[in-house]
């Protein structure tokens, strides 16, 4: 039985395939040439042996270009603007303003983009715990090492995690002594390798906030694979924005809600801020102008004492967020408890996999026992940056022993570590504030 299916062909697809068998008939060969840039559409037939024909000539038509929207969000003139409505509204505001943003992203192209130099005196940004990896325990990659020694498990994890210290040693260190670990660019590429080789046992180690663990919830949902599991230490950011508010030894008057994880879960799961804490948050974008549009927006809400949830994002964040990303979580995992870097434990901030699924939940399926893991070197102020209680100069080891060729904290290792961006754009820094 034949398929049918449309497909569009780019040039470069037919230079490598420089012909289509037409008919069943005529096997003869055509050659296809085009303009570069051209797209030529044909309606193919696929037969036996998946080999392609081509049913019909359609025609040509070019190939549509998607716009791109982000000079309208670096536009000079536009920043400028901004930047003086920001120091009007700080003028009207007498005493310090401090604001937090809780988004790796956001610290890296803030300190990039060279924001803070534009604001005035009296208003600073602080990063919170914002790098999905700065954030993970030591004890959970001692854990999934432990798991790999005693189960002979192939352990696969996104790049950044590879450098990330754990009590003893990194993944990359324990690569090199032996241990079956890979990077790989999402969790679909770890499913595929237990699918494609079986007698692999295969366990993703899976990190992140919100954005990445809708895409680990689809796994969990659809797949049922004897050789694979999944070890979760996925952290949920508005609980955590909870806790920040709750602790007593910071003091900021206003959040940068993370553009990428509310493009998930909205702006919706943000609300109960303004009303149980009277409180402004602002959902960011990441461009200059996105940037500047909220911390003008919360200036605005705190000068007024009107604090709500504006969203400032809204070309890609909908109130409700990714319905479907969001049911899939709900259903794949349950809130709990979990362990932040030098933090200790915070109640309901994590996400684990349901009971529903304990066949691909790692510590559901493995017996692991109780480990004693180290978070922090003796020196290593990781956990104050983490909450924008210390600044990353302000570390005894920060580019001296903690460089980014040799992280001691896991602030240094990522480009979204508050330590690592500050190590960075260093220079740059110092030249703005010159």
Known sequence: MIKKRNIFLKESSLKKRSYIKKGKRNRSKRKFRGEKGRVIYAKLEIGKNNKIYEKKRKGKQEGKKVKDITPKYRNKEAVKRLTEKIRDEAKKIDRNVTIMHVCGTHEHDIVKAGIRALLPKNVELIAGPGCPTCCVSALDIDEVLWLADHHNLTITTFGDMMRVPSSNESLYQAQARGLDVRVVYSISDAVNLARTHPELDVLFFSVGFETTSCITAAEVLRVDLPNFSIYSSHKLVPPAMKLLLQRDD??????????????????????????????????????????????????????????????????????????????????????????????????????????????IDAKKRFSIPKLEGKDLHSKCRCDEVLIGKTKPQECPLFMKACRPDHPVGACMVSHEGTCNVAATYGSFLEELQE
């Open 250 to 359: 910071i003091e900021f008057h206003g959040f940068i809600a993370p553009g990428h994880v509310s493009t998930i879960i909205g702006s919706n799961p943000y609300e109960f801020i303004p009303r149980e804490f009277h409180f402004p948050v602002s959902v960011g974008g990441f461009e200059p102008v996105d940037i500047l549009l909220s911390i003008y927006s919360l200036l605005k809400q705190i000068r007024t004492d009107s604090p709500i949830v504006s969203n400032d994002y809204k070309r890609y964040v909908k109130p409700e967020g990714n319905v479907a990303a969001i049911k899939a979580m709900e259903e794949a995992f349950v809130v709990s408890e979990v362990r932040w870097r030098g933090l200790g434990t915070w109640p309901l901030s994590g996400s684990e996999i349901s009971d529903d699924y304990a066949h």
